[in-house]
């Protein structure tokens, strides 16, 4: 990897499913990029993803102290969290974000109320206004719905570029049909994903990575997944702690 490209790994694939009578899911994308001499994240999961991050650096030779730069797309827990990981980083999040986070009630949202309160004072925040570049190629572009002040990036590369949606688009679906499981604003949300199309279209070879799905290209207009998904629940139905049935989460 030469210091002038960003070369970018999935370190936890986002999942496009919903709990049906345990509470959300939250199987959100963490995305690592290295180059320009930094270590960034572009978002950072909850509780349950911190083996699998931890591990996952680990697997290219990294510790949370390497992360130079963990970039936000929006507030809620499953992909905010766990910025408390990285103490020498620097954390990103739009400014409307974060103020509109601070003032949502405590304990009836997906918003972690004190983590982002401690975010609003630590010395590592950078806030974010639409049109910034906050690293080397990377712009950010408000994209509301999902949230008031959700920001997604749109990253120039060499060899091709890379559009991260967060959850202002969580997966392919939404994409195709312009509406989203989780909106304050239908028409807000249509809006934003057409602008996500337009940054989409206008580079051949253009990465898209959602919140919640598989990276994606476009071949023929159309959205095609880049890798294979992979999900899975094992659990204890048997009389022994040795056996277990394992429940595969895809088609």
């Known amino acids: 990897m030469h210091k002038k490209d960003w070369q970018l790994d999935i370190l936890v694939q986002g999942y496009p499913g919903k709990s049906v009578c345990h509470g959300g899911l939250g199987w ?27 591990n996952g650096l680990k697997r290219h030779g990294l510790t949370p102290a390497d992360v130079t730069d963990v970039v936000l797309t929006h ?15 620097t954390i990103w999040i739009g400014g409307a974000e974060l103020d ?99 940054f989409w279209q206008q580079r051949p070879g253009t990465m898209l990575v959602p919140g919640h799905d598989l990276p994606m290209l476009l071949q023929e207009g159309q959205p095609v997944f880049l890798g294979k998904r992979e999900a899975a629940i094992v659990s204890w139905f048997e009389d022994s702690l040795e056996k277990m049935t394992r429940f595969e989460l895809v088609l």
Not at 75 to 87: C, E, K, M, R
Not at 151 to 172: C, H, P, S, W
């Open 100 to 198: 509109w986070s601070l003032q949502e009630p405590w304990g009836s949202t997906p918003v972690p109320e004190l983590y982002v309160r401690e975010l609003a004072a630590s010395p590592q925040l950078k806030r974010i206004t639409a049109g910034q570049t906050i690293l080397p190629g990377m712009t950010a572009y408000d994209a509301p719905g999902h949230t008031p002040g959700h920001l997604i990036f749109y990253m120039e590369g060499q060899e091709r570029d890379v559009l991260f949606t967060g959850d202002a688009a969580k997966n392919r679906v939404e994409l195709l049909t312009r509406a989203a499981d989780m909106t304050y604003d239908a028409s807000v949300t249509a809006a934003s994903i057409d602008t996500m199309w337009r």
């Open 75 to 89: 507030s809620h827990h499953d992909h905010a969290i766990n910025w408390v990981l990285f103490p020498k980083a």
């Open 28 to 54: 959100s994308t963490i995305v690592l990029l290295r180059g320009y001499d930094r270590v960034a994240l572009v978002d950072c999961g909850t509780f349950s993803h911190r083996a699998n991050l931890i």
